[in-house]
């Protein structure tokens, strides 16, 4: 019965019915359509399959939508994953994507102006309470992975002032701005603004990159393979031709993928696990 009904999703698709893919709304329609549109027309070339770009306006459509079966691919982070997988386990996660790096993981890094602060342990056997700005909230960054580390000292940022202000530039942004300051950011973010001369005083385990969550009620594993092979036979990081086919694609994919790999969102479970989100404390 199993083999029939994946028998019937790849004929249903092959005759004709567009696969929907929607990516995390991070951006408004206009920039995710030109981000996207030559990632579906990439697809459609490699796979013979038809795509169809579903913008979702938030994530709780997102996800709602995902598990009406309305979308058959996803884009996530690791935390959204993380808490979709939870409670529908019929999402897989098929492709991590790297960064510019050309790794396919980052850290959290909690970072500082403050030039006396030299780790987590002397803010807190200093009683500094400081401010703390924090990406978004779904961020794997953001409340999760910062309350995470703050708990290896049996502390909680529920007991701190903290503030969502939204990108990791944003969170750099604002430390610039605000003397004797902390955030968190990804390390890939980090990274790029070295120059500035932040003293990481924290650093989370790994974490995956963005990656494409298939839903597997509605399509079948030879549909996700063919999606998964057209991606990873691209390395645009050292292929000049495959660098002219990613260069229009979202920051977020644009830089190759590998496939995802058994126990990728360990440290997100267990972390998960342990902290309880403030929307999860109010449901």
């Not at 249903?12 to 030109?34: C, W």
């Not at 990439?42 to 939508?65: A, C, H, M, P």
């Not at 701190?160 to 750099?172: A, F, K, Q």
């Not at 610039?176 to 973010?189: A, E, F, R």
Request: proline fraction near 4%; hydrophobic fraction near 35%.
């Amino acid at each position: 019965m199993r083999y029939l009904f994946i028998f019937m999703l790849t004929i249903m698709t092959l005759l004709g019915e567009p696969l929907k893919f929607s990516p995390l709304p991070m951006d408004k329609a206009p920039k995710i359509f030109l981000q996207y549109n030559s990632v579906l027309q990439y697809l459609e070339e490699q796979t013979g399959y038809k795509f169809e770009l579903v913008y979702s306006s938030s994530y709780k459509d997102l996800i709602r939508n995902f598990k009406l079966g309305k979308i058959d691919v996803i884009e996530l982070g690791p935390l959204p994953f993380v808490k979709l997988k939870k409670d529908y386990k019929d999402a897989e996660a098929f492709l991590t994507f790297k960064s510019k790096n050309g790794k396919a993981n980052y850290t959290c890094d909690v970072m500082t102006s403050d030039e006396n602060i030299d780790s987590l342990k002397d803010l807190f056997e200093l009683n500094l309470h400081k401010k703390i700005f924090l990406t978004r909230r779904l961020s794997t960054c953001g409340y999760l992975m910062t309350e995470f580390m703050f708990k290896n000292y049996n502390k909680t940022l529920d007991d701190y002032h903290y503030n969502y202000i939204g990108t990791h530039s944003d969170v750099l942004l604002e430390l610039l701005l605000t003397p004797n300051s902390i955030g968190t950011v990804k390390s890939t973010v980090g990274n790029k603004y070295k120059h500035l001369k932040f003293r990481k005083i924290a650093q989370s385990a790994s974490i995956p990159g963005f990656a494409f969550i298939a839903n597997k009620k509605t399509i079948s594993p030879k549909v996700i393979k063919k999606i998964q092979d057209a991606v990873l036979k691209l390395n645009p990081l050292e292929n000049e031709s495959d660098r002219e086919i990613v260069s229009t694609w979202g920051a977020n994919i644009k830089y190759g993928a590998i496939k995802t790999k058994p126990n990728t969102y360990k440290t997100v479970e267990k972390a998960a696990q342990e902290i309880l989100m403030k929307d999860d404390k109010n449901r």
